[in-house]
């Protein structure tokens, strides 16, 4: 059964309520229990559901969250760096945690992949390519052929 229009409305509304909790830091509770969610999970799903639904639109949302995360990362950083840099082990230890977030957050750790092509490994390419395209050619052939020959039913 289709919602309609007025309930496709509502639940639009009190998905991007819930997103905007999400990045606001509210917990999945906290969702459920301000929107009236039957419980976390579903508050969860649906909030999960309408990032996969909407990404190109929800992507701002999920940049929005990303910068909020850097800007409270910052925050943090700047209440414990003059301990740090005067030597206090555990805010260092704190420091770099932080640092280590961020990096994470913004793909810093991730390997970098290079690839290195020769011409041989491109002609191999060119070669593996004509080849699948030269059998799909003759599939197609065989498949016309094969309907040429192919007795027509009687009619019923």
Same mark, same amino acid.
Not at 43 to 57: N, T
């Given at each position: 059964m289709v919602a309609s229009k007025a309930q496709q409305a509502a639940t639009a509304e =009190?998905? &991007?309520? #819930? $997103?905007? *909790?999400? $990045?606001? !830091? #509210? %917990?999945? %509770?906290?969702? &459920?229990? #301000?929107?009236?969610? &039957?419980?976390?999970? @579903? #508050?969860? *799903?649906?909030?999960?559901?309408? +990032? /996969?639904?909407?990404?190109? /639109?929800? !992507?701002?949302? $999920?940049? @929005?969250? =990303?910068? +909020?995360? +850097?800007a409270r990362l910052d925050t943090l950083q700047q209440a414990i760096w003059d301990k740090a840099m005067g030597g206090d082990t555990r805010a260092i230890e704190a420091a770099l945690k932080i640092l280590d977030r961020r990096a994470k957050l913004l793909g810093l750790d991730s390997a970098i992949r290079l690839e290195v092509l020769t011409v041989d490994a491109l002609d191999a390419q060119i070669q593996r390519l004509e080849a699948e395209l030269a059998a799909s050619a003759i599939a197609a052939a065989d498949d016309k052929v094969g309907e040429a020959e192919a007795p027509e039913s009687p009619p019923s």
């Open positions: =009190r998905r &991007a309520k #819930a $997103i905007r *909790m999400k $990045i606001e !830091g #509210a %917990t999945y %509770t906290q969702i &459920a229990d #301000a929107l009236g969610y &039957a419980s976390r999970s @579903a #508050a969860h *799903m649906d909030v999960k559901r309408s +990032l /996969e639904k909407h990404v190109i /639109e929800e !992507g701002l949302a $999920i940049e @929005a969250w =990303r910068e +909020l995360e +850097l």
